[in-house]
């Protein structure tokens, strides 16, 4: 994949250009709704044999709630089913190509059905988004899963910044691969949402903000990793100007077409810009509600 260097700021064109070869058709990602998207999945997922499940242990961060080996028989077989259809979600994951073993075990730990209303919980592991109120979605697994990895990049990662929080569920990820996550949520029924889904599962190392993510959180910069689940037709500044030199931002860029870029900070003026892939995520929109 060829870097294009960029000194700041950033022109649109180096976080909107891609690295295709000339002639090649762009991969577009069909704008689709959750409700949409979900109904498909569903259609052509059921009855399909269950993919072998993906070896090397789960991560336990500390304070992370587990069921007690004393929970009561019907807890404990429901909580075995969850392990065993997430481990068929992550084994899919990574057929699709993740395979950074730190986020694929993340992935297999947090319980991605206590992130969706109770009435679309039964496609929890499905690779879908999926509707979570406010017109938002969680994100599908595979671009959870990919949006991490491309931000790791095999490093170790300190104090991470997500935008968008929704319904907490890639926080909780994050907060196996980074020692310290932040998350802000622009609209405040979702960060209220976020908590209390959050809460049951005691992660210490996590923090929800509610306020406005394009302005990031210089208090706390710089930031070892920055991810941004919806999508803007640029890069807010403030977040460039918040990672960390040698750190990955990485964000969906675009209107209708929307592409997954990967910004390095490479200097305290520098970054570069590469383009991964196509897809679709809801709008960066500035303010609070
Ligand atoms: N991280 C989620 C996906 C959330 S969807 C997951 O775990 O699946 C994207 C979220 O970004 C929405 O909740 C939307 O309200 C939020 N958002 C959009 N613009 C924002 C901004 N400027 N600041 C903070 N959040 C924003």
């Given amino acids: 994949m060829k870097d294009q260097r960029s000194t700041f700021p950033l022109p649109l064109s180096s976080v909107t250009g891609t690295t295709r070869k000339p002639g090649t058709p762009a991969p577009v990602a069909t704008p689709q709704t959750a409700t949409q998207n979900a109904a498909r999945t569903a259609a052509h997922g059921q009855g399909r044999p269950a993919p072998p499940p993906a070896p090397g242990p789960s991560p336990r961060a500390p304070g992370y709630a587990q069921a007690a080996p004393s929970a009561p028989a019907a807890q404990r077989s429901e909580l075995a089913a969850s392990e065993a259809v997430r481990r068929a979600m992550v084994a899919r994951v990574a057929r699709q190509g993740v395979l950074d073993p730190k986020v694929l075990a993340a992935m297999e730990t947090v319980p991605r059905h206590l992130f969706i209303e109770p009435a679309l919980s039964a496609q929890a592991y499905i690779d879908a988004s999926l509707p979570i109120g ?16 491309a931000m790791r990049a095999g490093g170790q990662l300190g104090r991470v910044l997500e935008i968008g929080t929704g319904c907490g569920y890639q926080a909780a990820v994050l907060s196996f691969v980074a020692k310290e996550v932040y998350s802000i949520e622009r609209i405040k029924p979702l960060h209220e949402l976020a908590k209390t889904n959050l809460r049951p599962l005691r992660i210490s190392n996590l923090r929800l903000q509610y306020g406005d993510g394009m302005l990031g959180m210089p208090q706390v910069a710089p930031f070892d990793g920055i991810i941004l689940a919806a999508a803007g037709l640029e890069v807010p500044r403030a977040l460039l100007e918040q990672l960390a030199i040698g750190a990955h931002l990485v964000a969906p860029v675009g209107g209708q077409v929307q592409h997954l870029h990967r910004i390095t900070r490479t200097g305290k003026s520098e970054w570069t810009s590469e383009t991964l892939e196509a897809c679709h995520f809801v709008p960066l929109r500035p303010g609070t509600v």
């Fill in 134 to 149: 406010h017109n938002q979605t969680i994100s599908q697994p595979y671009i959870v899963a990919r949006m991490i990895e």
